[in-house]
């Protein structure tokens, strides 16, 4: 017989007890692996998309009538209050994009169309550019090749009822339709995508630019920005939030949410555990009187107690993390809004365990040091 | 100079603000190999005594030595081992664990010996075919007769071969014959060499002791006048 015979003897005798403590700390664990695989899955995916995408800063003309961003621009007011960009622009962005990097340069011309009766926004693009500016674009069909074929937004395909394979005409030229974009909730769900030339020659504005977007790697937009405003005086050059740092944000406030629960769940498994194995010493006092009358030293008693704890708690981690990987596999990359399943960390895994064993010791602690101050003497008294 | 010296051993206890005087002034010097009974009425300060000879009751004042060694100057943790090496208990109400089987219970002071456990699987099973239990190891408490109990507790107590027993009431909650049978265990653990303080309500039980200290109000009255027959 050990010291840990006796825990082991005790645990079988409380099964229910200590079962019902292992549920609880099944249920606090595997809470925290839950949150923490989700919200590590979330920002490993914003991180990824965000390298992969890099940022994008919108140089535009100064305008004191009206804000421009990229698409925002009313057809009226931009053909009387705004001066475009020209070629020479667009040559210094280039140069300053080259140094800093960046991974594509998109430039634009916006403008007003006549659809049949109706009007719409002209968006002459450099379409190679274009795209990679822009890769987590959805086309259905294929993207524009030549001239002569145009790509709309959701809104406009619906709108104008141009599918892939249809033809469009705009201000009396006929092109053909060969995607739609997916529909994003953005400005660019109601745009007829052009060829760049294109549309300068519609638009009637031969080589001037409205927008140009610059992508570049988002740890080096700062500096990308401050020297294109020093290049391009008569320019506003802001960085774009896009989708996906708004969706940062978003998964940076959840991680705060996930780590306030976290630490509410670890006071409350800490709580558990405590008041558990408290009734637990209170009801062995006898014993525990009998065993330092017989020789044990505090130290053993409280040995017997923590290993209980220990047990129990090592159990409840392996459980635990054992779940919460069921469980955010199951239903982790819906909830992330992640297209992959998010699969069990052993690392988390060996974290878990280790955390609950803290959260073990934390709450026997004090019943074990009562456990280990009981008077013998005291406790053998019949009373 | 005997195995056990107590001198001038008090004992004040706090209770509810008041003080309760539970040993006064007590001498007392026990030669190895003595069986000793400690009578006195309920109350008189006979646990308290027998607490205090058991090192786990430091008294108020005086000085306690076992083997020449000053128990109550010990640390706590050092008195433990001090218990563990020399002492064997039979408490009052026996204190069985009630989920342990009788050689399980017989070998809980062992948990924390350097013994393997097969050694001390031989030990308890030694310490109870000695009491007379041997074929009833696996048993629980709850399936053993109150005599029976009271054996394994003895087991318990005499498992790590220490050389003082202290049993508080042995016999107080058994019939006159198992009672009989306990009290002569521990004559004969007594006869093995032993040194043995029983204390008990029962004045049949002094026909086995061969020395009775009798306790009244925490004083220990001298022998002669109380000796009786
Ligand atoms: N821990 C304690 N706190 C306060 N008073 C105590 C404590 N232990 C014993 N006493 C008191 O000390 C006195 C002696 O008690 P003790 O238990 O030693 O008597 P006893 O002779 O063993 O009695 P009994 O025959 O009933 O077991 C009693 O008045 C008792 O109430
Ligand atoms: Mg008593």
Redesign the pocket.
């Known amino acids: 017989m050990r010291l840990t015979d006796i825990s082991f003897n005790d645990l079988r005798r409380r099964k229910s007890k200590m079962a019902l403590l292992v549920v609880g700390l099944v249920i606090g664990v595997s809470t925290i692996v839950s949150l923490v695989s989700i919200t590590q899955a979330m920002q490993a995916d914003v991180r990824e998309k965000l390298d992969r995408f890099g940022s994008n800063v919108v140089v535009a003309p100064k305008s004191d009538a009206i804000t421009l961003s990229y698409g925002g621009v009313s057809v009226a007011s931009a053909s009387v209050n705004i001066k475009d960009l020209k070629a020479d622009d667009l040559t210094r962005i280039e140069a300053v994009g080259a140094k800093y990097g960046a991974t594509s340069i998109a430039p634009k011309l916006v403008g007003g169309v006549r659809v049949g009766d109706a009007k719409a926004l002209l968006v002459g693009v450099d379409l190679p550019a274009e795209l990679r500016a822009n890769r987590w674009w959805e086309i259905t069909g294929r993207e524009p090749k030549g001239p002569g074929e145009v790509m709309l937004g959701a809104l406009a395909s619906r709108k104008f009822s141009a599918m892939p394979g249809g033809k469009l005409t705009l201000s009396g030229l006929e092109f053909a339709v060969t995607g739609v974009l997916r529909e994003m909730g953005s400005q660019e769900d109601s745009v007829i995508f052009a060829d760049l030339a294109r549309a300068q020659q519609i638009l009637g504005k031969p080589s001037a630019l409205t927008i140009v977007e610059v992508s570049a790697p988002s740890s080096r937009l700062d500096s990308l920005i401050g020297e294109l405003t020093s290049v391009l005086p008569d320019a506003n050059v802001t960085a774009l939030s896009s989708a996906m740092e708004s969706r940062q944000q978003r998964v940076g406030q959840l991680t705060s949410f996930a780590l306030a629960v976290s630490i509410v769940v670890l006071v409350v498994g800490v709580v558990t555990v405590l008041t558990t194995m408290m009734s637990a010493v209170s009801e062995r006092r006898r014993e525990i009187g009998i065993f330092r009358a017989t020789g044990f030293r505090k130290t053993h008693v409280a040995i017997i107690i923590l290993f209980e704890a220990f047990v129990v708690s090592v159990i409840g981690g392996i459980a635990g993390w054992l779940l919460g990987s069921l469980f955010t596999l199951a239903l982790g990359a819906r909830l992330a809004q992640i297209s992959t399943a998010i699969g069990p960390s052993p690392v988390l895994g060996a974290t878990a365990i280790v955390v609950s064993v803290l959260i073990g010791m934390a709450g026997a602690a004090y019943p074990a040091l009562r456990a280990a101050n009981l008077d013998p003497?005291?406790a053998l008294?019949?009373t | 100079m005997g195995l056990i010296e107590l001198y001038d051993i008090s004992?004040l206890?706090?209770?509810d603000g008041t003080e309760?005087?539970?040993?006064t002034d007590v001498e007392l010097s026990i030669d190895e190999g003595e069986l000793v009974a400690i009578m006195?009425?309920?109350?008189?300060?006979?646990?308290?005594?027998?607490?205090i000879l058991g090192a786990m009751n430091p008294p108020t004042t005086g000085q306690m030595l076992i083997d020449d060694i000053d128990v109550y100057r010990l640390s706590v943790e050092q008195r433990a081992d001090f218990r563990h090496e020399y002492l064997g208990f039979v408490f009052?109400q026996l204190q069985l664990i009630p989920y342990l089987t009788a050689i399980e219970n017989v070998m809980l002071p062992l948990a924390i010996s350097k013994h393997s456990n097969k050694e001390q699987q031989l030990m308890a099973t030694a310490a109870l075919e000695r009491v007379g239990l041997g074929d009833k190891m696996k048993r629980l408490p709850s399936q053993l007769s109150g005599g029976e109990q009271g054996r394994v507790a003895i087991a318990r107590a005499i498992v790590n071969h220490p050389p003082i027993i202290l049993a508080?009431?042995p016999t107080g909650s058994l019939d006159t014959h198992t009672g009989e049978e306990v009290m002569q265990i521990f004559k004969d653990l007594n006869e093995e060499g032993l040194t043995i303080l029983i204390?008990t309500?029962n004045p049949e039980n002094t026909r086995y002791t061969q020395r009775t200290i009798n306790?009244r109000d925490?004083r220990i009255v001298r022998k002669g006048a109380t000796k009786c027959a």
Do not use: C, M, N, W
């Not at chain 2, 006195?40 to 607490?51: A, M, R, Y």
């Open positions: 003497a005291d008294r019949f | 004992k206890y706090q209770s309760v005087r539970a040993l006195g009425p309920s109350g008189s300060g006979k646990s308290t005594l027998l607490t009052q508080d009431e204390v309500h306790i925490g």
